[in-house]
C-alpha cells in the first residue's frame, strides 16, 4: 500500500528547531511526494485522544525561526500501566487515517516508536532532545541552540560574581549526560563543571574555590548538570516524584550547592537556574538547518517505505539507523572532552 496520508507527532520536551523539522516533512511531502500531512497534537496524547489538525503550505509558513513546537508536546506513554500502545496507537492511526507517522523526540518518544514498530505500525523516528544525550547521531537539534544560551547566561553571571565576590552556580539541564555542562562550561570559562558521569566530591569542589582565592581571585562559577551525583550519596539532590516514564523529577541541585559551599567555605555564594530558558526562544543557524536536513530525510524514508529507523548525524552526512540501535543506550559525554575542561578547573 502507498503512503498517502503522512502523521507527525513531537513529543518529550520542546526543543529549538521542532519546527524546522515539521516544515521541511510538509513542505517536500506534499511538494515532492503529493503526501497529506497531518499534524497529532500533543504528543502521543493526541494520539491517543484523536487530537489532529492538517497541514498544509500556509500552516508552516513562517515557523522556521520560531521555538517550541506548532503541535504541542506531552510526556504520555501509551504503554503506561500495562497498556497495550500498539492497539491505542494503531487505532488512533485509523481514525485519522494515516498511513505512517514520524515521531520526533527524544529517548522517551522514539523508545516508544520502536515498541511500536515491532508491532507492525510503520514510523520513522527523528531524533529530538536539547541533552545531546541519544546514541546512534552524533548531534541532536536544539542542542547547539542550549549550550549559547547557557554559554550567555554564564557570560553575564561572571560580571555581577566579580563585582560581588561570590561564588555563582549555575544548574543546567542534563539528567543522564553533561553534554550541556560541558560544552558550554568550556565556553563560558567555568571553573567547576559536575555532570552526572562523573560523581563529585564535596570538599574537592571547596578546595579548588578555597585555591582560587588563595591567588588572589574573588570569584568563582561553577556549572552543575542537574543530574550530577556526590560520590557519597551525602546529599538529596532530587526528589521521589517520578513521570510517566519513570524518570524521576530533577531540579534543586543548584540551590543545594550553593547554601553547602557558602557553609563550608564562608564565601557568599548564590546560585541561578536556568532551567526552561535553555530549550526555549528562536532556534540557532545550526539547529535550523540540522532539523531540516533531519526533516527531509525522515520524509523520504517513509516514501520509500524504510520504516523502523531514525534518522542521524554521522560526520557531515544524514543517514538511517534502526530504532533499536538509537534507543539501546545513552550517549553520554566524551570523557576526553571532560578531560579538557578539568584543565580550566580553578
Not at 485522544?49 to 509558513?61: H, M, R
Request: contains cysteine; proline residues 2%.
Amino acid at each position: 500500500m502507498s503512503v498517502k496520508r503522512v502523521g507527525i507527532l513531537t513529543g518529550g520536551g520542546d526543543c529549538p528547531g521542532l519546527n524546522a523539522v515539521i516544515r521541511a516533512i510538509v513542505r517536500k511531502g506534499i511538494m515532492v511526494y503529493n503526501c497529506d500531512m497531518t499534524g497529532v497534537q500533543e504528543g502521543w496524547r493526541g494520539m491517543l485522544e484523536g487530537l489532529s489538525v492538517p497541514l498544509d503550505l500556509n500552516a508552516v509558513s513562517g515557523i522556521l525561526p520560531r521555538g517550541g513546537t506548532i503541535l504541542g508536546s506531552s510526556r504520555t506513554n501509551p504503554y503506561q500501566d500495562g497498556a497495550d500502545g500498539g492497539a491505542l496507537v494503531r487505532s488512533g492511526m485509523e481514525k485519522m487515517g494515516l498511513d505512517a507517522l514520524i515521531a520526533i523526540g527524544g529517548d522517551d518518544t522514539l523508545g516508544v516508536a520502536h515498541r511500536l514498530t515491532d508491532q507492525g505500525i510503520k514510523i520513522v523516528g527523528v531524533p529530538k532532545t536539547i541533552d545531546n544525550d541519544l546514541d546512534g547521531t552524533d548531534q541532536t537539534f536544539g542542542f547547539d541552540t542550549a549550550i549559547n544560551i547557557v554559554m550567555e547566561a554564564i557570560d553575564r553571571l561572571h560580571t555581577t560574581a566579580e563585582s560581588h565576590n561570590r561564588v555563582m552556580v549555575v544548574e543546567v539541564m542534563g539528567r543522564h549526560a553533561g553534554w550541556i555542562a560541558v560544552e558550554a562550561g568550556i565556553a563560558g570559562g567555568a571553573d567547576v563543571i559536575l555532570i552526572p558521569e562523573v560523581p563529585f566530591d564535596l570538599d574537592d569542589v571547596c578546595n579548588t574555590i578555597r585555591k582560587r582565592h588563595a591567588r588572589g581571585k574573588t570569584f568563582s562559577i561553577v556549572v552543575a548538570a542537574e543530574g550530577a551525583k556526590l560520590d557519597d550519596d551525602s546529599m538529596v539532590l532530587q526528589s521521589q516524584e517520578k513521570d510517566a516514564f519513570g524518570h524521576v523529577r530533577l531540579g534543586g541541585i543548584g540551590n543545594l550547592l550553593s547554601d553547602e559551599i557558602e557553609r563550608r567555605t564562608g564565601y557568599e555564594s548564590r546560585a541561578t537556574v536556568l532551567g526552561h530558558i535553555q530549550r526555549g526562544g528562536s532556534p540557532s543557524a545550526y539547529d535550523r538547518v540540522l532539523g531540516t536536513r533531519f526533516g527531509i530525510a525522515a520524509i523520504d524514508l517513509v516514501h520509500e517505505g524504510n520504516f523502523g529507523k531514525m534518522v542521524a548525524l554521522r560526520g557531515q552526512n544524514i543517514i538511517a539507523i534502526d530504532l533499536k540501535e538509537a534507543v539501546s543506550k545513552l550517549r553520554t559525554v566524551d570523557m576526553r572532552l571532560y578531560d579538557i575542561a578539568k584543565v580550566f578547573f580553578g
